[in-house]
């Protein structure tokens, strides 16, 4: 948020207060002196007036997962295994997901508590690409890449999905590349052909690919260079 409305939440700065504060040099954010009040604030930053720490930071953290089979996409859940269950962190709490995945779906998942981050990775609007791995129980034909590129009409949502693109590797196999999110969009798009899915692998988000080396279950950090990808 910006510094001035930051300041303002302390209950002993008015908004006026907090703009003489500013204008007067005497916050600093990240070590920085910082003059103008509309300076973007993060929670990683640490934030001091004066001599007094207002917010001490905290590290950002983005964690690849390679989600099995079977565990529940959320943060909590009555019945099932979720995703945090798999991480051994301290601050998983803290935790969020970029994005899920089906119950009875792996691959990559992305782990953050990097709000700003996430949300320009799953946002529709960056059309970031998601290619999975498609097993499904009849043939797939040369008329499907033809019709998913062409888009297919949700008539729940009452829209057309955008034009995706499929590789067919052999006759039950196929790579999909989706450019949005809609529920059970993978599924739906086969559906419209009356083939059912029955196992689907999320391989890479935008230019995130799931490392060969995480079993189901495993997790890593992101690098450097995972991390300003997005």
């Not at 300041?7 to 908004?15: D, E, G, K, T, W």
């Not at 690409?129 to 062409?150: C, D, G, L, S």
């Not at 999909?176 to 890479?204: C, D, I, P, W």
Request: charged letters at 25%; a negative charge; zero cysteines.
């Amino acid at each position: 948020m910006r510094l001035d409305r930051f300041l303002s939440n302390f209950p002993r700065f008015s908004r006026q207060d907090s703009r003489l504060l500013i204008s007067a040099g005497r916050l600093r954010v990240d070590g920085a002196v910082v003059h103008d009040p509309h300076h973007e604030v993060r929670d990683f930053q640490r934030v001091e007036l004066d001599d007094e720490l207002l917010q001490a930071g905290r590290s950002a953290r983005y964690w690849m997962l390679h989600k099995p089979v079977g565990v529940v996409s959320a943060t909590e859940h009555d019945e099932h295994r979720t995703v945090l269950d798999l991480l051994d962190e301290p601050d998983k709490h803290d935790l969020h997901l970029a994005g899920r995945l089906d119950l009875n779906t792996s691959g990559l998942l992305l782990i953050t508590n990097d709000g700003r981050w996430s949300r320009r990775i799953t946002q529709p609007q960056q059309r970031k690409p998601k290619v999975y791995h498609v097993t499904t129980e009849q043939p797939i034909t040369a008329e499907y890449a033809e019709v998913f590129a062409q888009g297919l009409y949700f008539a729940f949502e009452d829209l057309t999905t955008l034009p995706a693109q499929l590789e067919v590797l052999s006759s039950h196999q196929a790579r999909l590349t989706l450019f949005e999110g809609r529920y059970h969009q993978v599924k739906r798009m086969f559906g419209h052909f009356r083939n059912r899915v029955v196992a689907l692998h999320r391989e890479s988000m935008g230019e995130i690919v799931l490392d060969p080396q995480l079993a189901p279950g495993q997790y890593r950090a992101l690098t450097e260079a995972e991390i300003a990808s997005v």
